[in-house]
T-cell receptor
């Protein structure tokens, strides 16, 4: 069965520091997608990125970057020059085949990130 | 585009009563909707998969008679928590897959409904 592990339960850094959130996954599928979501205190999930299993290129979007390494089954997320507004819970998720072609998501435990001024 | 709404955003009910939560896709049709539950400081756990016009598929350990799911149209799925108890207090989140992209790995999440059972 699919599994996602976010070993870091909580991280606290000072503003402007760089921070990396780790995500390790397990799957037997050859085709799958990985996701990162941000959940601020309001509770609404904010989609950050989707990466398919055939695309191992790293991606950068502003202060955010993602490192996908299939060899180690990891999909790590780095925030550069962190800001207080980055404080939230971050979830890594993995697609899992569901019924009628729809893909379910398996979520990691989440990492609570606190950026201190 | 691809907006999903939930109603109500917050609800408080007394133990033993039932409460209905609605999940609507506002600008697209969704053949599949998912219902997740999130307890405080925990992750999202999938409860069930809801497909329009058919019975929902429940994850292992989720009581289908307690959590009734109805996906009556391509834009609406409802979750009814029957005979609610304090342990059902949680954050319920729905998501929807656009009909046009049913086999693609996209889900759009609603803002969630916080249920408190007293």
């Amino acid at each position: 069965a699919q599994k996602v592990t976010q070993a870091q339960t909580e991280i606290s850094v000072v503003e402007k520091e760089d921070v990396t959130l780790d995500c390790v996954y397990e799957t037997r599928d050859t085709t799958y997608y990985l996701f990162w979501y941000k959940q601020p205190p309001s509770g609404e999930l904010v989609f950050l990125i989707r990466r398919n299993s055939f695309d191992e290129q790293n991606e950068i979007s502003g202060r955010y970057s993602w490192n996908f390494q299939k060899s180690t089954s990891s999909f790590n997320f780095t925030i550069t020059a962190s800001q207080v507004v980055d404080s939230a819970v971050y979830f890594c998720a993995l697609s899992e085949p569901g019924i009628q072609g729809a893909q379910k998501l398996v979520f990691g435990q989440g990492t609570r990130l606190t950026i201190n001024p | 585009g691809a907006v999903v709404s939930q109603h109500p955003s917050r609800v408080i009910c007394k133990s033993g009563t039932s409460v209905k939560i609605e999940c609507r896709s506002l600008d697209f049709q969704a053949t599949t909707m998912f219902w997740y539950r999130q307890f405080p400081k925990q992750s999202l756990m999938l409860m069930a998969t809801s497909n329009e016009g058919s019975k929902a598929t429940y994850e292992q350990g989720v009581e289908k008679d307690k959590f009734l799911i109805n996906h009556a149209s391509l834009t609406l799925s409802t979750l009814t928590v029957t005979s609610a108890h304090p342990e059902d207090s949680s954050f319920y989140i729905c998501s929807a897959i656009p009909r046009s992209r049913a086999s693609v790995y996209e889900q759009y999440f609603g803002p969630g409904t916080r249920l408190t059972v007293t």
